[in-house]
T-cell receptor, first 113, second 108 residues
Framework: DGGITQSPKYLFRKEGQNVTLSCEQNLNHDAMYWYRQDPGQGLRLIYYSQIVNDFQKGDIAEGYSVSREKKESFPLTVTSAQKNPTAFYLC????????????FGEGSRLTVL | GIQVEQSPPDLILQEGANSTLRCNFSDSVNNLQWFHQNPWGQLINLFYIPSGTKQNGRLSATTVATERYSLLYISSSQTTDSGVYFCAVEGSNYQLIWGAGTKLIIKP
C-alpha cells in the first residue's frame, strides 16, 4: 500500500544528543514536510522540501536540520541546539507544494530525558 | 498573515448526535483542508475543499470562500469520531496555516 512511514514511533534520548527521525514515502510525491506538535496544541512547520536537494525553513527551524537526497526520503535531525525537543513529530507529503492535499505519517514521539 | 479560527474549541456529544464545526479565515485562500487527528496522533485528511460542498459517508464539508468560512458536518456520531479536527488553509505563499483545532468527544 502507498503511504508514509515514520520511524521510530517512540524515541528516548538524553539531553545533548542529536537524534534523527526517518520519513519515507512511496506516493511519488514531490513535496515533503516536517511538523512539530506539542500537547494540546496545533501543528507548527519545521522544514519543507518541494524537490530533491532543496529544502526551506518553516516557522520553527532553529535547532533542526534536514536533507532531501532522494525523492522518497526526508529525514529530520533534532540537534542538541534545540532547547525543548520533547514533542510529537509528524512527517507529511503532497503531490506538489502548489496543489496541497496533505497526507501524514503516524508520527514519532520524542522524549528527551 | 492569514488568521484561522476554529470553533467551538471543545465539544462533547452523545453517540448518535449531529455536530457542526466551523473554520473562519481572515483573507482569500487558495484551498482549505479538514483533518481528523485520532487519540493516537494519526492525522487523516478528510476533505480538500477550496469551495463548494463535498460528502464522504457521514461527513460533509462546505466552504464559502467569498464569506471566508468552512463548515464540517458530522452526522450520527460514533465513538470513533472522537479526536481533534483541524482546518488548514493555503495562503498566497502556498504554505498551510493551521487552526488550533476542535476537540470532539463522543460518549457511548
Amino acid at each position: 500500500d502507498g503511504g508514509i512511514t515514520q520511524s521510530p514511533k517512540y524515541l528516548f534520548r538524553k539531553e545533548g544528543q542529536n537524534v534523527t527521525l526517518s520519513c519515507e514515502q512511496n506516493l511519488n510525491h514531490d513535496a515533503m514536510y516536517w511538523y512539530r506538535q506539542d500537547p494540546g496544541q496545533g501543528l507548527r512547520l519545521i522544514y519543507y522540501s518541494q524537490i530533491v536537494n532543496d529544502f526551506q525553513k518553516g516557522d520553527i527551524a532553529e535547532g533542526y536540520s534536514v536533507s532531501r537526497e532522494k525523492k522518497e526520503s526526508f529525514p529530520l535531525t533534532v540537534t542538541s541546539a534545540q532547547k525543548n525537543p520533547t514533542a510529537f513529530y509528524l512527517c507529511a507529503s503532497s503531490i506538489s507544494s502548489y496543489t496541497g492535499e496533505l497526507f501524514f505519517g503516524e508520527g514519532s514521539r520524542l522524549t528527551v530525558l | 498573515g492569514i488568521q484561522v479560527e476554529q470553533s467551538p474549541p471543545d465539544l462533547i456529544l452523545q453517540e448518535g448526535a449531529n455536530s457542526t464545526l466551523r473554520c473562519n479565515f481572515s483573507d482569500s485562500v487558495n484551498n482549505l483542508q479538514w483533518f481528523h487527528q485520532n487519540p493516537w496522533g494519526q492525522l487523516i485528511n478528510l476533505f480538500y475543499i477550496p469551495s463548494g460542498t463535498k460528502q464522504n459517508g457521514r461527513l460533509s464539508a462546505t466552504t464559502v470562500a467569498t464569506e471566508r468560512y468552512s463548515l464540517l458536518y458530522i452526522s450520527s456520531s460514533q465513538t470513533t469520531d472522537s479526536g481533534v479536527y483541524f482546518c488548514a488553509v493555503e495562503g498566497s505563499n502556498y504554505q498551510l496555516i493551521w487552526g488550533a483545532g476542535t476537540k470532539l468527544i463522543i460518549k457511548p
